[in-house]
Structure formats: structure tokens, C-alpha cells
């Protein structure tokens, strides 16, 4: 069951990009990120008083910690959408579990004893793997002045490394679910709202009906997504449930093909498919070799 909360959450979380994909054609990434906070708070809300459960938490910096970053992942990620090919900026933000584990190996050069760091071989194949694959996926992104769009994905990636570690953290302190994603998506509104001070909004007279119809679509599809996700890995992060996270590259490459004719070069194609071969392969030998260590998710 696990698995298929996995799944689902992948499938929730490709079509939201499709919303921000069509979206970004009128706001901005700040905007997007506002609105996206804003209809996940209130769809939250309403499930959480729909589940009879409470809004207070014992442990409210787990909760702005993993706000903090994961929205700053977000915003990435956002941006990556509106600027790259749906399968490329996907892709980049799925190397979260290779971020992951690459943390893990320069925890264990840092601090760890010498067989510690020789264990650590085999893992960090992996994260010279992976970004190999990203080298390869950028590359078709420099023929098309997107590179910088190429490195704030990739960011996005690590930023959700580092915010699903907290995700499955505050699982394990026994945080439910809606709680970890009403508060996320308070912080998600906060954040969208002080960048709109300092840029340009969009007067929403010049927005048009197709890309505003996809605001309230995104902040469901995302809370959705979001608690999916945290079901999945909150309820014991598994092998099986880790590596079910990148059928959602296989959902993005499918709108990315059907909706939106994008092009990606064979280097680009063959980069997509090294990173997802890097990250299935970290995934196993981090369950091997650590069991105990926080699995990633998107």
C-alpha cells in the first residue's frame, strides 16, 4: 500500500506541473508559489477540521525548518518548469535522492572512520553517476541559453533532499500527516507573498481565463501530492516506496510529449535516463548499508 501512495502522490505531483507549466505563461514564480500556498492552507484546513484533528504542534521549528527549505526548493522548481522542457525539470528535481546520498558519503568523509569512508564506495559510484546524467541533461539546455534555468533546477533538487529528510523526521516524531502539509503550505503562502512585494505582479486583467482556470487546480493537486507523500514515508520509509517515487518522471515525460511536443536531445534523453539508473541504485545500496537512514520522496 505503501507503494501505491508512492505512485499516486508521482501522478498528483506531474500534473501540478502541467498546471505550472500553463500557468507560468501569465505569473511569475513568486505568484505561482503564493497561490499555490494559499488554496493548499485552506484546502488543509478544511481537512483537518473535517478529521476532527488539531493545528497545534509540540514541535513547531521541525516545522519551519522544513518549511523553509522545501519552499525555497519549490520556488526552483517552479522555475525550472516554466523555462525547460516538463521531462527536464522533473528529472533535475528528482535528484533528490541522489543529493541524499550524497550528503550521506560527505558525512562520512567528514566524520567517519576510515572503514566507514571505504564503505562509502559503491555509494558514491552512484553520486558520480548521477551527475554524470545531469552533465548529459544539461547539455541540449546550453544549445538553448536555458543553462541557468539547468543549475536552479538542479538546486531544487537538493533543496528537496534535504526538505523530504525533514518530512519523514517529523514523521517518525509522530506528526500527522495533514498537520506536516498545512503547515508547509502556510509557509509556501508566506514566502510567495513577501516575493510578490518585491517584484512585478501581474494585473489580472491581462491574465488570461486558460492559465488563471489552473490556480486552484495547483494548490489541490499539490496538497494532495503532498499528503500522499507523506503517508507513504511517514507510515516507515521503504525500499519499495523510495523507488516508486520516480514513476513520476515517467508521468512528466508523458506530458511533456502528448501536451506539450517538447524536444529533448538524444544526450538529453540518455542524461534522464542515467539520473533515474543513479537514483534506484543509491536507494538500494542506502537500505543495504544504512537501513536506519531517511529515505527521500518528492
Known amino acids: 500500500m505503501?507503494?501505491?501512495?508512492?505512485?499516486?502522490?508521482?501522478?498528483?505531483?506531474?500534473?501540478?506541473?502541467?498546471?505550472?507549466?500553463?500557468?507560468?505563461?501569465?505569473?511569475?514564480?513568486?505568484?505561482?508559489?503564493f497561490y499555490r500556498g494559499l488554496v493548499s492552507v485552506v484546502f488543509m484546513a478544511a481537512?483537518?477540521?473535517?478529521?476532527?484533528?488539531?493545528?497545534?504542534?509540540?514541535?513547531?521549528m521541525m516545522h519551519l525548518w522544513r518549511s523553509g527549505v522545501g519552499v525555497l526548493a519549490l520556488g526552483s522548481w517552479f522555475y525550472a518548469i516554466a523555462h525547460l522542457p516538463?521531462?527536464?525539470?522533473?528529472?533535475?528535481?528528482?535528484?533528490?535522492?541522489?543529493?541524499?546520498?550524497?550528503?550521506?558519503?560527505?558525512g562520512a568523509l567528514l566524520y567517519g572512520q576510515p572503514q566507514d569512508a571505504q564503505r562509502q564506495g559503491p555509494l558514491l559510484g552512484t553520486v558520480l553517476l548521477?551527475?554524470?546524467?545531469v552533465v548529459m541533461t544539461l547539455r541540449p539546455t546550453m544549445d538553448h541559453n536555458q543553462?541557468?534555468?539547468?543549475?536552479?533546477?538542479?538546486?531544487?533538487?537538493?533543496?528537496?533532499?534535504?526538505?523530504?529528510?525533514?518530512?519523514?523526521?517529523?514523521?517518525?516524531?509522530?506528526?500527522?500527516e495533514?498537520?506536516?502539509?498545512?503547515?508547509?503550505?502556510?509557509?509556501?503562502?508566506?514566502v510567495g507573498s513577501v516575493g510578490m512585494l518585491f517584484t512585478d505582479i501581474t494585473p489580472w486583467a491581462e491574465v488570461r481565463w486558460q492559465d488563471a482556470a489552473w490556480v486552484i487546480p495547483i494548490g489541490v493537486l499539490a496538497s494532495l501530492g503532498q499528503w500522499c507523500m507523506t503517508r507513504a514515508y511517514?507510515?516507515?520509509?521503504?525500499?519499495?516506496?523510495?523507488?516508486?517515487?520516480?514513476?513520476?518522471?515517467?508521468?512528466?515525460?508523458?506530458?511533456?510529449?502528448?501536451?506539450?511536443?517538447?524536444h529533448?536531445?538524444?544526450?538529453?534523453?540518455?542524461?534522464?535516463?542515467?539520473?533515474?539508473?543513479?537514483?534506484?541504485?543509491?536507494?538500494?545500496?542506502?537500505?543495504?548499508?544504512?537501513?536506519?537512514t531517511p529515505a527521500e520522496e518528492h
Not at 548521477?130 to 546524467?133: E, K, L, P, R, S
Open 86 to 106: 516538463l521531462a527536464t525539470a522533473m528529472t533535475l528535481n528528482y535528484m533528490s535522492g541522489v543529493w541524499v546520498a550524497a550528503f550521506l558519503v560527505g
Open 2 to 33: 505503501q507503494a501505491l501512495w508512492m505512485v499516486l502522490a508521482s501522478f498528483l505531483f506531474a500534473t501540478m506541473a502541467v498546471g505550472i507549466k500553463f500557468a507560468s505563461n501569465s505569473f511569475t514564480t513568486f505568484e505561482l508559489v
Open 234 to 262: 511517514s507510515k516507515g520509509a521503504t525500499l519499495v516506496v523510495a523507488s516508486m517515487q520516480y514513476s513520476g518522471i515517467v508521468f512528466a515525460v508523458i506530458y511533456s510529449l502528448v501536451l506539450f511536443g517538447d
Open 178 to 190: 495533514e498537520r506536516t502539509v498545512f503547515y508547509f503550505s502556510l509557509g509556501t503562502a508566506v
Open 130 to 133: 548521477g551527475f554524470g546524467g
Open 47 to 60: 481537512v483537518v477540521r473535517a478529521r476532527g484533528a488539531s493545528l497545534r504542534t509540540p514541535i513547531p
Open 264 to 292: 529533448i536531445a538524444p544526450m538529453g534523453w540518455l542524461g534522464i535516463a542515467v539520473i533515474v539508473a543513479s537514483g534506484l541504485l543509491a536507494t538500494i545500496l542506502r537500505a543495504r548499508a544504512m537501513p536506519n
Open 147 to 176: 543553462l541557468f534555468a539547468g543549475v536552479i533546477g538542479l538546486l531544487s533538487g537538493m533543496g528537496a533532499a534535504l526538505a523530504y529528510m525533514q518530512v519523514t523526521a517529523l514523521g517518525k516524531a509522530g506528526e500527522p
